[in-house]
């Protein structure tokens, strides 16, 4: 059985309102896929990675894939991160259904060894596993003119992060099922969800730090916590 790791960078970062993709941000001198990138291919147990880009990434993917051994292909992402996936993992060379599928948010470079241990172990059990981090502030639901309807049980939703774990031929068949139609799911534990019955997706303790650079702030903080390991 083989792990893959796909790494995701293929947005464009309209949030952070950069010019350029936040994946080539600068962080502590290296860019922010560049890092992403190395914390995977340094796990043992992870055989191979799939760069998936935005065609402003490219050049600096391809460079990552020179240093990095464990990298066996670059491709150019999709419309949206769904699509993305669907063509990385199209790109997986040798790719069986019992092999495993982590995916993996560029936008999250200070992944660590744990959670991708957390996630490889859970998979035993569940057919996908995603790391998730407690919500600490009060939860509600609101209508479109921002009057609350109903609060919500925090103690019952978490907020996912990546890297998320899948056997192959789930994460395959999820991502079959799901192609052409107009939802836009923003991760793909919820495209194994919809679109496989039956599925088992579970959580496993996430980390704070395992942050996904979104806002300017937040590569302040990733900044900030990168100098503290
Ligand atoms: N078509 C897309 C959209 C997103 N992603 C990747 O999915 C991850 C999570 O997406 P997000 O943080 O939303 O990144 P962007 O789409 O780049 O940001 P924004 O939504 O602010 O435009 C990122 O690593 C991003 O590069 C991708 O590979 N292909
Ligand atoms: C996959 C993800 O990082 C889990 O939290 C998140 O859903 C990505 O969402 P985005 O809208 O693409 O930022």
Same mark, same amino acid.
């Given at each position: 059985m083989t792990v893959h790791a796909l790494v995701l960078a293929g947005g464009t970062g309209t949030r952070f309102g %950069? =010019? =350029? $993709?936040?994946?080539l941000l600068d962080l502590e001198g290296s860019t922010v896929l560049s890092h992403a990138v190395r914390r995977l291919a340094a796990h $043992? +147990?992870?055989d191979c990675i799939v760069l998936v880009t935005h065609a402003e990434s490219a050049r600096e993917a391809h460079r990552i894939a020179v240093a990095e051994a464990k990298v066996v292909a670059v491709v150019e992402g999709g419309r949206t991160r769904a699509d993305s996936t669907r063509l990385g993992l199209a790109a997986? $060379? +040798? #790719? %069986? /259904?019992d092999d495993v599928v982590l995916v993996h948010d560029a %936008? *999250? $470079? #200070?992944? =660590?060894d744990t959670i991708v241990d957390a996630c490889l172990h859970a998979l035993d059990e569940h057919d996908a596993v995603t790391p998730a981090v407690d919500v600490v502030d009060t939860l509600v639901e609101v209508d479109d003119a921002g009057v609350i309807l109903r609060g919500v /049980? *925090? *103690?019952?939703?978490r907020r996912v992060q990546t890297p998320q774990a899948f056997r192959a031929g789930v994460l395959r068949q999820a991502h079959a099922a799901a192609a052409g139609e107009d939802a836009e799911p923003t991760d793909d534990c919820g495209v194994v969800l919809a679109h496989v019955p039956g599925a088992s997706v579970a959580v496993v303790p996430g980390d704070e730090r395992n942050l996904k650079i979104t806002r300017p702030a937040d590569l302040d903080l990733a900044r900030r916590w990168l100098a503290e390991d």
């Open positions: %950069a =010019t =350029t $993709p936040k994946q $043992p +147990g992870i997986v $060379p +040798g #790719l %069986a /259904d %936008a *999250r $470079p #200070l992944v =660590t /049980d *925090r *103690r019952s939703v």
